[in-house]
């Protein structure tokens, strides 16, 4: 009962309103009263006060509507009750009259309260509704935009898919689920084919295994390349190089990769003959020096031969002289043989023994040049590599370090085993500086794109670029420092990561 008569909830009216409003109920109730007092006499003295207690419940609260009780009562006995304005003597039948109409008037303000609570509930319900129909409304409004908007761009996609000169495709990472013509062209496949093909038979096997890792990785939100180059099979069985980038979309409702595709299958032809190019020309260079450190032994043997014939009693120490230096043009031939010489895979190798090479190449050539080399080569730089294209770039390193240095000066090279600060993977650095004339900033914007060269009588412009091209298929990375000003001078650092322990680490997890 006690809670029955606390305030539930907001009032319909403030409170110094709700309680007017029971003072004017309970006047008037007497008023009304005192005006019909000659009719009523001494009967139904409650007449009137009983629906004042119902009006003041029902617009104030029970707390008005108890004021409005006590008040009547006392103004009833006081007024309208024999022996009338006296409150101190109550008969029998008074009393139980009061009793009566406090019992009467407390259930109408308990059933009033209870009928408030009632309404202010089915209020509350009703605006809950009112602003669930309203939310609902807004979404179904929103959800026809979006879908009106989603078709929209449905459409947009496909008229550009259609005409655009570059393949689109989007995969659900087993099976293609939409191609353009493009697709069709680059591939030689029809658009039923490739929807009903398996579309990782169709990348080359060389990069199969790379692309669906990739892939594998993109569907799990892994970190991988938005774009890089690799190879598929044509229809008709060729090779064709692509331009890869892709993203991952919601299309029809589930995850999938849009892809994005050209054919660069002609510049790549076009690059790998530029690299020939070069080959040749760093063959043709190797070739001068090798010739030039052949012919000083060479030249000893003469001399030795001519000593042998005018001095007979010295010839066995000659021959054993001329015999070192046909060692030497031995030894050097050996080491020349397999300089540039190409290998399909990988293989693992000592990149320290690939730069004493190098260097030992170029010994004399520095030397002439009067060119002091320091070096701090670490015994453990062995790694999965090309050896071949990993001497060109070595030599095409030294050599333009001796160009630099036309007046002499200090080359040094550095290789160690370190840990690359940026991607975390364990590697070698290899640090070729040189105190020459410097690069400038012009030249530095350059000096990586093809035919550039400062050497327009004897160089093609190709070998920093070649080099860039077999750091990048290294999987490395190339930078370069260099000033022209009071220190000057110039320092490439090329760092090589470990693969094979990559892909241990991708293994095991």
């Known amino acids: 009962m006690e809670r029955l008569f606390e305030n539930p909830g907001s009032p319909r009216y403030g409170t110094p309103a709700r309680y007017a409003v029971a003072v004017l109920a309970l006047g008037l109730a007497t008023a009304a009263r005192w005006a019909m007092d000659g009719y009523f006499g001494d009967l139904l003295p409650f007449v009137f006060y009983v629906p004042a207690v119902a009006f003041a419940a029902y617009l104030g609260g029970s707390g008005p509507a108890i004021l409005t009780m006590v008040g009547s009562l006392v103004l009833a006995n006081y007024l309208f009750v024999h022996p009338r304005y006296e409150l101190v003597e109550f008969t029998l039948p008074a009393v139980v009259r009061s009793i009566a109409y406090l019992l009467a008037t407390a259930t109408i303000v308990v059933v009033t309260e209870m009928m408030r609570r ?221 300089f540039y010489r190409d290998t399909s895979q990988r293989v693992r190798a000592d990149l320290a023994t690939l730069m004493e090479e190098v260097l030992g190449i170029y010994s004399a050539r520095l030397a002439q040049r009067r060119i002091a080399v320091e070096t701090r080569l670490d015994r453990s730089c062995d790694l999965e590599v090309f050896p071949g294209e990993l001497r060109q770039v070595f030599s095409n390193l030294v050599a333009n370090a001796g160009d630099a240095m036309l007046n002499g000066g200090r080359l040094q090279v550095r290789l160690r085993r370190v840990r690359d600060h940026r991607t975390g993977l364990r590697g070698i650095r290899v640090t070729v500086a040189d105190n020459g004339t410097g690069i400038s900033p012009p030249v530095l914007r350059h000096m990586y794109e093809p035919f550039f060269t400062t050497k327009e009588e004897v160089g093609t412009g190709l070998g920093l670029w070649v080099t860039k091209g077999i750091v990048d298929k290294h999987d490395g990375r190339l930078r370069v420092r260099s000033s022209t000003g009071a220190r000057h001078g110039t320092v490439f650092t090329l760092f090589l990561p470990d693969v094979s322990q990559r892909r241990a680490g991708e293994a095991a997890a």
């Open 118 to 338: 009632a309404n202010r509930k089915a209020e509350a319900l009703a605006r809950l509704a009112d602003e669930e129909r309203r939310k609902l409304a807004e979404e179904m409004t929103e959800r026809r935009a979006r879908e009106n908007e989603l078709r929209t761009s449905e459409a947009k996609f496909r008229a550009v898919a259609e005409t655009a000169g570059n393949a689109i495709y989007i995969h659900d990472g087993q099976r293609l689920v939409f191609v353009n013509p493009a697709a069709e062209q680059i591939t030689g496949y029809t658009r039923e084919e490739l929807l009903q093909a398996d579309m990782w038979q169709m990348v080359h096997p060389e990069w199969r295994d790379r692309v669906m890792e990739n892939a594998r990785k993109r569907f799990k939100g892994e970190p991988c390349p938005q774009r890089y180059e690799y190879m598929i099979v044509h229809k008709d069985g060729s090779a064709r190089w692509l331009d890869f980038s892709a993203n991952l979309v919601e299309f029809e409702g589930r995850k999938c990769i849009l892809a994005t595709a050209f054919d660069v299958t002609e510049r790549k032809n076009a690059e790998a003959t530029l690299r020939k190019t070069e080959k040749l020309a760093a063959t043709g260079r190797l070739a001068a020096t090798i010739a030039h450190e052949i012919n000083n032994p060479l030249e000893a043997v003469t001399n030795l031969l001519y000593l042998m014939r005018t001095d007979p009693q010295n010839r066995d120490r000659y021959l054993e002289m001329a015999e070192q230096e046909l060692k030497r043009v031995a030894h050097l031939t050996k080491q020349t043989l397999g």
